[in-house]
T-cell receptor, first 114, second 114 residues
């Protein structure tokens, strides 16, 4: 089955700086890669996703890049703010998220230092 | 938040007892999923459903069974609870097949097995 590795497990950045979280996947058939944000005690919520036919996608301060050849994808957050502090999960799916669920990385705890 | 609820929200039970968790949606989405979340493991898929009476196993299905007799309800049963099943359980739903593959998560159920 699919295996998703996520690094780092903890990331501390100064407010206003950029943060980058990286994930690798094992199955070249995976074609959908979402990123979820989870605040303490809350449910995971989708912040951005990308399909395998796209190399990069942006949404305001958040961007995701995908390198299919290397089988890795990354989350970029620019101009970080205190409300960005949370745990971020990457995931992969071979069927676009449906029919077989998502395989998640183990998460990155992002800490924004004031 | 999408119309998805879970019950109970918290439960403490003893080893060897059966436990049933309920996920209820009002979105009429076809796909439903059960994940468990444990420190250091991220979210792992237990079972999923792609329609009424249509279910399949996920990554960590041992010790769990599911049923879906109606579109809106997806039940997760621990036949004989063990301490290793102490976890936070999240239900998710997805429309998949349309313009979005987003999985929406429920609020979670915290289960403690003593």
């Amino acid at each position: 089955g699919e295996n998703v590795e996520q690094h780092p497990s903890t990331l501390s950045v100064q407010e206003g700086d950029s943060a980058v979280i990286k994930c690798t996947y094992s199955d070249s058939a995976s074609n959908y890669f979402p990123w979820y944000k989870q605040e303490l005690g809350k449910r995971p919520q989708l912040i951005i996703d990308i399909r395998s036919n796209v190399g990069e996608k942006k949404d305001q301060r958040i961007a995701v890049t995908l390198n299919k050849t290397a089988k890795h994808f990354s989350l970029h957050i620019t101009e970080t703010q205190p409300e960005d502090s949370a745990v971020y999960f990457c995931a992969a799916s071979m069927t676009g998220g449906g029919a077989d669920g998502l395989t998640f990385g183990k998460g990155t705890h992002l800490i924004i230092q004031p | 938040d999408a119309g998805i609820t879970q019950s109970p929200r918290h439960k403490v039970t003893e080893t060897g007892t059966p436990v049933t968790l309920r996920c209820h949606q009002t979105e009429n989405h076809r796909y439903m999923y059960w994940y468990r979340q444990d420190p250091g493991h991220g979210l792992r898929l237990i079972h999923y459903s792609y329609g009424v009476k249509d279910t399949d196993k996920g990554e960590v299905s041992d010790g769990y069974s599911v049923s879906r007799s109606k579109t809106e309800d997806f039940l997760l049963t621990l036949e004989s609870a063990t301490s290793s099943q102490t976890s936070v359980y999240f239900c998710a739903i997805s429309a998949t097949g349309g313009h979005s593959n987003e999985q929406f998560f429920g609020p979670g159920t915290r289960l403690t097995v003593l």
